[in-house]
């Protein structure tokens, strides 16, 4: 096969492709009480009750929740906590990959509880309700001429399950969204409203602020976020060699800068954001280039291809992309975000800065050597250190690495492959991605784990806000 004839009809594919990404957690208009829900996939409970299963987005994590609860006010939250006698566990956009929300048991969401509540111009702190989902929060900030300070690469996660996880961007020193926490309302598992900041029950807040859903439903949070600004980004495709030697200067010489890196390929795409001055425009401007569309396209051939053949196709397709430089300028909230509509499961984690380039060299090397049959691309980013007790970025400057699979695929081979990897350059799992740690390795990677059990058994000492992840992690038996 001569490579060069090679064509993807990257644009045609892109116009068939369905946009958007559906969040797999409640939408639509929600009655207070949610149950016997009617559905082709709805399954016979106790007592003849038909029950419906939920799923996270990735379709890895399901149970079938005996009851769902959706309250509209933080009264009716306070209420349902008090009624409730089984254990409940909370559910914002069902991102998380592990199993932080399943449960057999009372599912509840916040999502009639969103928007901005109030904001304080003079400290540029809002308030905000637990509910709201990223993509809620640009606008009305904007209006007021405040931004959050950082995001993710996608908008579609509630506020209380981002920061229950740590969800981080990428940027030297731009924090995770938790770090941008200065006081959270939790409702507690005897139905009490707490309030905790750096002041206030400072030791609940920094448990608080990477909870996992632990210690409480938080009812609202408050952010600290700053002026509006707007960004230029700017993607862009490098020989692998090259790029990686320009990764420290790449990463200190801009606002933020991540890189995709690619299995069995010679190439890697940086990316930066900047912050530009002037009119913002009120549509995003956005040059896209087929980088994404040959990874689609790659993506539903690579079942008939042989691993051996993955590097001079993969080669062939990203070499073709050198001389495209993809550019994105709008209101930041506009920029952050980016369309993931091809469905995967992910495993994250965090290693000290310092060894970011030879995690990334070795992870590799290890796929060529070993012909893993892997074509998705690596995510690389930095944040800086914290000081929140779960937090993957707790104490240490911090470059995070992401290795997917598609949703369809058996992704436990691979991550099998790559996990010992991370482990080997101290990495520390994020808190709401896939790996297979147990409480004693999570106590010796998190230097605050144990004054964290201390809070969580004070807050929940009967287990209300537990499931059997949570109880394997924890190390409850
Ligand atoms: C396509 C995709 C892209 C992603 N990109 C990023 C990224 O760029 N950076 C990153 O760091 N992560 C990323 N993630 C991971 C994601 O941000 C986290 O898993 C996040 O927690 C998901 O938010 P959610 O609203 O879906 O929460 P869920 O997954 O539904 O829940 C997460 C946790 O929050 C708890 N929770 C939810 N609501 C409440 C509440 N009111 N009170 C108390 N606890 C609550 C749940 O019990 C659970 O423990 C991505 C995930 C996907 C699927």
């Avoid at 409940?88 to 069902?94: D, E, K, L, N």
Wanted: net charge negative; charged share 20%.
């Amino acid at each position: 096969m001569d490579l060069d004839k090679v064509r993807f009809d990257r644009r045609a594919l892109l116009k068939m492709a369905g946009m958007g990404i559906a969040t797999t957690g409640f939408s639509g208009p929600i009655s207070a009480v949610v149950e016997d829900v009617g559905s082709a996939t709805a399954k016979v409970g106790k007592g003849g009750k038909r029950l419906l299963p939920w799923s996270n987005w990735s379709g890895s994590q399901t149970s079938l929740p005996s009851l769902r609860l959706a309250p509209g006010s933080e009264d009716e939250l306070v209420d349902m906590i008090k009624r409730s006698t089984r254990p409940v566990r909370c559910v914002g956009a069902g991102h998380s990959f592990n199993g932080l929300v399943p449960t057999d048991d009372t599912l509840m969401t916040l999502a009639r509880m969103r928007g901005v509540a109030s904001v304080n111009a003079d400290t540029q702190e809002v308030d905000i309700w637990a509910g709201t989902q990223l993509f809620e929060i640009g606008e009305p900030l904007w209006d007021q001429g405040l931004a959050m300070i950082n995001m993710p690469d996608i908008d579609v996660q509630s506020l209380a399950g981002a920061i229950a996880t740590s969800t981080h961007g990428t940027g030297n020193h731009l924090g995770s969204i938790s770090s941008q926490v200065t006081s959270l309302r939790l409702v507690t598992a005897t139905g009490e409203i707490v309030e905790c900041s750096a002041q206030h029950n400072p030791d609940l807040f920094q448990a608080a602020r990477t909870s996992l859903g632990a210690l409480g439903v938080v009812s609202q949070a408050r952010l600290q976020t700053r002026s509006a600004y707007q960004l230029r980004e700017r993607s862009w495709f490098v020989p692998l060699e090259e790029g990686l030697d320009q990764v420290e200067a790449l990463r200190d010489g801009h606002r933020s800068w991540e890189a995709y890196f690619f299995p069995h390929g010679d190439y890697m795409l940086n990316i930066t954001q900047d912050e530009v001055g002037g009119e913002a425009p009120a549509v995003l401007a956005h040059e896209p280039t087929d980088g994404y569309e040959t990874f689609r396209q790659m993506s539903k051939v690579i079942d008939y291809i042989p691993v051996f053949m993955y590097s001079p196709i993969m080669n062939v397709a990203l070499r073709g992309q050198l001389d495209e430089v993809e550019m994105k300028e709008g209101r930041s909230y506009q920029v952050y975000p980016s369309v993931r509509d091809m469905r995967f499961n992910e495993m994250e984690y965090s290693i000290p800065a310092q060894y970011g380039v030879d995690c990334i060299r070795e992870i590799l090397a290890t796929i060529n050597e070993l012909s893993i049959d892997i074509i998705f691309p690596m995510e690389y980013r930095y944040v800086p250190a914290d000081d929140i007790w779960l937090s993957p970025f707790y104490g240490r400057d911090t470059c995070t690495i992401s290795v997917h699979q598609f949703h369809d695929r058996d992704y436990k081979p691979y991550f099998a492959q790559i996990e010992p990897i991370f482990l080997k350059y101290e990495g520390r799992p994020h808190p709401g991605k896939l790996h297979t740690l147990s409480a004693p390795e999570f106590a010796a990677r998190y230097p605050r784990w144990n004054d964290f059990l201390r809070v969580r058994q004070e807050m929940d000492p009967e287990g209300k806000f537990l499931n059997n992840y949570l109880k394997r992690v924890f190390g409850i038996v």
